[in-house]
């Protein structure tokens, strides 16, 4: 069954940009019999899973055992493993969506030039490479709280929207509308950052700028769209950032909301 996500779509020009991704994600006509049985999440889980090995097999095969290869072995590896808990427990709808076996291998094999490169850079690199303690103490900061995020609003979204569906407007999604995606530029961000002091620190960034405004930014916005139908939406989206927490709101102002609407 396609996830409602195919049927979305952003208004004026990210439209055109929201259908040339999922064409590349969905539909590209390579194995068009295998769509029945293929689905986005098949490749993300794939591509999730061989982190851990991945990275540990560059460690030992260049032999760069270090602090800091192996703190980014720990966080993009366990990044990747829980991922496949979320896939189990609270799995989000939107990677069900059927593609062609053409579109499939696309997308791992995309997934790995821009997802895999950064500890590529790391490891290959040598130790001049490598983040100072301090550096390392910031991403690894930056991961700890970004995976936070992302789960904790993942679960919140999950469970709440299997109770009752409609428009989320307290707990993480009170201040800021995709608190999930948050979390998600955060951990990659941290991941990118391992590599800031190898000459090609930029290619990392880059492939994470097409995602954010290829893929996220198209996303959100057709959300945005899709939710505008809710009778609450004017008040939310008032004291709601689209991906940054809007500062002016409180837990109050989502609780009082909710009550008002009971009476």
């Given amino acids: ?3 409602p996500v195919v049927e979305r779509s952003p208004d004026g020009f990210m439209s055109y940009v929201w259908k040339g991704v999922w064409y590349l994600l969905t539909s590209l006509p390579i194995g068009e019999s295998y769509r029945d049985t ?41 990044y990747g493993v829980l991922w496949l808990v ?36 790391l490891i290959t690199g040598g130790a001049t490479v490598e983040p100072s303690p301090l550096q390392l103490c910031a991403l690894l900061t930056l991961f700890i709280f970004g995976n ?10 999950y469970f709440v929207l299997r ?47 097409q995602v954010w405004l290829g893929l996220f930014l198209p996303s959100w916005l057709a959300k945005d769209k899709s939710m505008s139908r809710y009778a609450e939406w004017p008040e939310y989206i008032s004291r709601s950032g689209l991906i940054l927490p809007w500062p002016f709101a409180s837990q109050s102002d989502s609780i009082n909301n909710i009550n ?4």
């Fill in 38 to 78: 293929v689905q986005l999440r098949h490749a993300i889980n794939l591509s999730k899973g061989l982190t851990f090995p991945y990275v540990l097999g560059l460690i030992w095969y260049y032999d760069r055992e270090s602090p800091a290869t192996a703190a980014y072995a720990a966080i993009h590896g366990s």
């Fill in 260 to 263: 008002n609407k009971k009476k």
């Fill in 148 to 157: 936070w995020l992302h789960h904790s609003s993942d679960v919140q979204k």
């Fill in 86 to 121: 979320k896939e189990e427990l609270y799995r989000d709808a939107s990677w069900e969506t059927p593609c062609t076996l053409g579109s499939a291998v696309f997308l791992f094999v995309g997934m790995g030039v821009m997802f895999w490169t950064s500890p590529f850079l």
């Fill in 163 to 209: 109770a009752k569906r409609g428009l989320i407007t307290d707990g993480l999604f009170a201040r800021c509308r995709n608190p999930n995606y948050l979390g998600e530029m955060m951990i990659y961000a941290s991941f990118a950052g391992f590599s800031l002091n190898h000459p090609m620190y930029w290619f990392p960034w880059v492939c994470l700028v």
């Fill in 1 to 3: 069954m396609p996830s």
